[in-house]
């Protein structure tokens, strides 16, 4: 008893002061020793000592303080696709303006697997400059996000860890005129009961409407202050005084300004259209350019104007945007263009704080590329309009970072929603197959062609194009997440993986891993494919003996065995042997790496037009990892007869990847669900069990040659399947 305490005293006391090493390690302080400080503000030569307050340090230039450095993971929580956090120390100057970006430490899977640290280094380096004066005042969306193929979810955790606690070390600081965001003073509302309506030249006069107004010569001036030759070459055409926009705004939704601009009957039909704690703002404009343009047409969202409010931004669907026939005020100047835009409840907006509309020119400079520039026109609704309220409480950090977190994963599946809605597609028919898998297999040719079919879509479109590949990766970083405090976060930012993974989850109780490796895997695909055109081609396949493909289906099992055990000594030492898989080598980073993963990917997918599938069946360690908890399936979908392996052995000899045994059992483990078996069980020219009853029947004249396809005739040998033993 005594040994045992001791044992747990001792152990206890090791995970502590590992505990204790890993915070230093990963702190501010522990980082700062092994940077140079000019390579974080030009001209410094020296770090002072962190703060306590604040967890930055002074960053020294003749022992003048020229800026501060901050460490991300110190100020935001987001964690990257490993569950850990990405470590970047940033130093940010007086104007809040980041002088200079170090990435110093990550475990981010995508990033170790095929895309080079270097690449990732060059891109964080990249954030030097930024004006987070701006990004506060742009909702974090005023610079361009540079995605790197192959690592969206790392890129855009590196991005919002360094715009968010930047702005937040920038408003602890008081730097660049940003102040923290807790409560001033009392806060304001809409006064609902006020409907005096107001004439133009009132409206204008008191800053209920508000106008942006740009000639040609000033927007030519502006491209010419960018130096981009190729836009300067192309200037507007036009003389200079003439005009390029007039654009004016009015928050409509507030009854007095509505009802002025819109009439008494509009403004009802508005107050209809509009729900709970949603707004509306009324946009007019005139002159050569459109704030409207056309993309919307085509993409359903306006691309040129956006609402910008403190750290969000709101930009408008064509489902949230109605026309206006003409403006209700007598002395009104006339417009090309009324359209009053819907802002919803969800983007959090005050209509009695301060906000502006950014409105996007472009330029073309090529075929289809474009350049861009921004005009802001503010807007502050007047004061008659706004009841005073009881001052809300200071800002709950805890909250705003989950929220921001939320908000983060929230973007993210927004702007992919096409993939997520073609994902959704693809596993209803997928669902839909299987569960009427007897008639989906009828017709051994439509069946073929549809299998073809839809492993190019999971080729095309889930590999290639979305990069949904799922790999073993994925899994080695589940389990160290719950090792290390689960959190939902880190698998939300990448839509498509989560979406699969809960769909593999519910499959693997139906049908095992075939739904996955048998349909959904863009690697499976093309071995498949590829070997199709092998086929074609008068390939030789090479059919291994039984006792050796028997013998090599563990070989999968011992790799995702051994890399889940390396798992837990060594994440990153995993991740690196995990480039057995390769998936990024073929379908996320589409070949273009070094040549010894391109090699080893055309090896494997070369073995595979001589034997079929040749590494799902013997290598893939994510086959092996799905195939365990396969077992607990809780049906048997695929029928046999009792002749099958004793003596009929077609079924046998046609599986593509050898799953079945000779005495006729198919081992579920090693099954990709192809369901031709399901195809010759049907058949009339190849299952001799349906050939035999076919041949029985004729003779007696029972059997009825027209009889639809899904209704088989009576005693029909394929009317009752036996499950498999």
Known sequence: MVVSRAIQFLLAFTLSCLMAINAQADSLASFLPDLDP??????????????????VAPVLKGGETVAWAFLTSDFVGTTGYSGKPIHVVAAIDDDAVLTGVQLVKHSEPIVLIGIPNSRMIELTEGYTGLDLKREAETGGEGHDLDIISGATVTIMVIDDSLVRGG????????????????ADGPKRELDMAQGAVYDWATLSGDGSVRRLTLDIGQVNAAFEATGD????????????????????????SVPSIGKSLLGEAEYQNLTDWLEDGEQALLVLGRGAYSFKGSGYVRGGIFDRIQLIQGDNSVRFFDKQQRRLGSVAAPDAPSFTELDIFKIPADAEFDPAEPFRLQLLVQRAVGAVEKTFLTFDVGYKLPAQYLLPVTAPSVVDDATGEAAAKAALWKRIWKDRTVEIAGLGAMLLVLSA????QFHATMNARFFYWFRIGYLTMTLFFIGWYANAQLSVVNLMALAGSLRTGFSWDAFLLDPLVFIQWFAVAAALLFWGRGAYCGWLCPFGALQELTNKIAR??????????????????????????????LSFVSIPLAEKYAEIEPFKTAIILKFMRDWPFVVFALLLLGI?????????????????????????????????????GTPCQTCANECPVQAIHPTGEINPNECVTCLHCQVLYQSEDKCPVVIRQLKRRAKTGSVDLKTPLGQPPANHPNAKPQSVS
């Open 38 to 55: 000019a390579d974080l503000t030009p001209g410094a030569d020296a770090f002072g000592p962190v703060r306590e307050d604040v967890k």
């Open 167 to 182: 702005i937040k070390v920038s408003r602890a600081l008081g730097l660049g005129g940003l102040s923290p965001l807790q």
């Open 608 to 644: 595979g037009l001589f034997i079929e599938r040749f590494y799902c069946r013997y290598l893939c360690p994510l086959g092996g990892a799905l195939a365990i908890p396969a077992r607990m399936r809780m049906f048997d979908w695929l029928r046999r007869y009792k002749d099958c």
């Open 229 to 252: 030759q190729r836009a300067i070459k192309r200037p507007e055409p036009g003389e200079p005084d003439d005009t390029f926009i007039d654009m004016h705004m009015a928050l409509v």
């Open 536 to 565: 074609a081609l008068k390939v030789p396949q090479w059919t291994l003996p039984w006792g050796l493909n028997e013998r090599l289906w563990p070989a999968k099992y011992m790799i995702f065995l051994g890399l889940f055990g």
């Open 433 to 436: 197959t299987f569960f009427f």
